[in-house]
């Protein structure tokens, strides 16, 4: 039995076998993701077993910020800051072979305690976690994630809720 | 003309070569566009091109929200729910193979 670990993406971790059955998230993986944290766009980080290379699930992590299409004068002043900074999560996918384990909620408690800890460095209200599919949002739901609004796939968890969680 | 399209038509000093395909009935589309504006393909496409990578590298990241998003977010982060226990369990996953 090998402890599953969170690490940052490196040339070091084997990305050639990853197959999460999904074209366009193996394809981020193998050919964006180092590109994307060299760019800063964002930063991938992979679940492996303690001590070994082979990639079981990923995580690509960035900070968003939250703009409001109306912005009154009076709902101004009662923010803390504006644009408000949150916690992106763009790609989470698992290996196949491994689906079903607990690696992507293991990927997902890591991005959750990376928000927490944001928030206590540089600034973070939530965590955002984008589904772009339907099973994907059950997926979130069934975690803990809510939708602001009916419809939406984009789902939402506040920080001190995180940190409630934490500490229960 | 506005400070973007200024610096994107003052910075030429040297060019690159940008060569593509496109389907010809597009192509005529965007000539007769460029036409009336009396632009050249060239210098229509390079505008557009160029207007376009500035907008995403700036709304990289951004997200818009109407204002029932809006209200639902400050509810969320002003009165934070207590979390369910899918959460908690959630927050204490640990594996192993």
Redesign the interface.
């Known amino acids: ?4 670990v969170v690490e940052l993406l490196t040339k070091a971790h084997d990305r050639k076998g990853f197959d999460c059955g999904k074209l366009e998230q193996n394809e981020f993986l193998k050919q964006r993701a180092r590109k994307h944290a060299e760019l800063n ?1 964002s930063r991938t980080w992979v ?1 492996i ?1 303690e001590g070994h290379s082979r990639i ?1 699930g990923y995580v690509t992590l ?10 009154t004068e009076e ?1 101004r002043i ?2 803390p800051r504006y ?2 900074p ?1 916690l ?1 999560v763009g790609q989470l996918a698992t290996d196949s072979s ?1 689906q079903g ?3 992507g ?2 990927l ?2 890591f991005a ?2 990376k928000a927490i800890e944001a928030s206590a460095t540089v600034g973070c ?2 965590i ?1 976690l984008i589904a772009d599919n339907p099973k994907a949002f059950d997926w979130y739901l ?4 809510s939708p ?2 009916a419809g ?1 796939l ?1 789902l ?3 920080v ?3 940190k ?3 500490e ?1 | 003309m506005n400070e973007e399209r200024k610096m994107a038509s003052t910075r030429s000093m040297e060019t690159a070569r940008v060569e593509f395909r496109m389907p010809a009935d597009l192509k005529s589309e965007v000539e007769e566009a460029a036409a009336l504006l009396g632009a050249t393909f060239t210098s229509f496409a390079t505008e557009i091109l160029v207007a376009r990578a500035r907008q995403v590298k700036l709304e990289y990241g951004l997200t818009v929200m109407n204002d029932r998003e809006r209200d639902a977010f400050l509810e969320m982060l002003e009165k934070p729910a207590k979390p369910s226990d899918s959460l908690v369990k959630l927050m204490s996953t640990q594996v192993t193979l």
């Open positions: 039995m090998s402890k599953v766009y679940s077993e079981l960035s900070m968003g910020n939250i703009v409001f299409e109306n912005l709902l009662r923010l644009p408000m949150v992106h491994v384990r607990g690696i909620s293991l997902l408690r959750a305690e209200f939530a955002e069934k975690r803990g994630f602001l609004v939406s984009r939402y968890q506040s001190e809720t995180l409630l969680a934490v229960s």
